[in-house]
């Protein structure tokens, strides 16, 4: 049997007369492009490959415009994994490493954990979700966040490997039928059978057939991933107008210009001195004195 290598694509499917949904992702491309300019260990570029998977996941069960962020906190030697994933599909993704990390798992890292969950729309005020880690990978967190923060059965099976991940995603939505629960208990033991090798390697209608022959479902076309990181000139500016002239004339005066470098995408930003000071146009006293 040939394998396929399928590139960068969410595929919706839903299984008829229930309300039981799923969402099949594939990143390649853009996994490798939003993590090329960061120095990653390979168990750790494996965990945050899992978190992007699963961030393209869960936005697209989502009914808005805007951004979802998936937070990992910790006291621990990995400090930070964060994702970010629009509604229209881009990714960007990082981690913060206190120190060298020992072993290959997650939990080996993570000390007094928290998983964060940020809503953005475009429209309306932002949500967001703080709990503490339950669970000991990436999939069986984000279940237990979307139980007891959500109240939505959520079940997710996450790979990842080199410069690529997939994940496959089965939500049952809240209704009360005794057929919903008879089929969502179904449908969860049928994808539990899926393997890592599988779910990186076949593509989604494949996948799919092989998991659920026998069941009634409706796979949706394809929507594109890419890597896309929001850094731009005007965030920086806006970012050190909210720093205040203070803090930015403190930067000036130790550097003489303002450095920024952003940790997704790696691309710097170099304020000079009069572009800064320009910022606070309004204020006295602009002049550093070097």
């Known amino acids: ?148 923060s959500q109240q939505i059965d959520t079940r997710l099976w996450l790979a990842a490997e080199g410069d690529r991940a997939a994940g496959l995603l089965v939500q049952k939505l809240p209704q009360q039928q005794e057929s919903d629960l008879d089929c969502w208990n179904r449908i969860q ?18 996948l799919l057939q092989r998991l659920f022959a026998e069941e009634d479902l409706r796979l949706f076309e394809g929507r594109p991933v890419r890597a896309f990181c929001s850094c731009s000139q005007t965030t920086v500016t806006n970012m050190l107008q909210m720093l205040g002239l203070a803090e930015v004339r403190s930067i000036l005066e130790e550097q003489g210009s303002v450095q920024i470098q952003c940790d997704f995408c790696n691309k710097q930003y170099v304020v000079d001195e009069q572009e800064a000071l320009a910022l606070f146009d309004g204020n006295d006293d602009h002049q550093i004195t070097h």
Not at 10 to 17: A, D, G, K, V
Request: proline share 4%; net charge negative; hydrophobic share 40%.
């Open 1 to 148: 049997m040939t394998l396929h290598s399928p590139q960068d694509q969410l595929h919706p499917f839903i299984f008829e007369q229930s309300a039981v949904r799923g969402n099949c992702v594939h990143l390649d491309q853009s996994l490798y492009t939003a993590l090329e300019h960061q120095h990653l260990p390979p168990a750790l570029k494996k965990v945050i490959g899992e978190f992007t998977a699963a961030s393209v996941l869960l936005t697209s069960t989502l009914k808005m415009q805007g951004k979802l962020i998936l937070q990992l906190q910790s006291k621990g030697a990995l400090q930070l994994l964060v994702v970010e994933c629009t509604s229209e599909m881009d990714i960007r993704a990082t981690a913060k490493v206190h120190e060298e990390l020992q072993g290959d798992h997650l939990s080996q890292w993570l000390e007094q954990g928290q998983l964060v969950i940020t809503l953005m729309p475009e429209d309306g005020e932002p949500y967001q979700g703080i709990v503490p880690l339950e669970g000991d990978s990436i999939a069986s967190m984000l279940e237990n966040y979307m139980l007891r």
């Open 189 to 206: 033991h049928l994808a539990a059978t899926i393997t890592d090798s599988e779910l990186l390697e076949l593509d989604t209608a494949t």
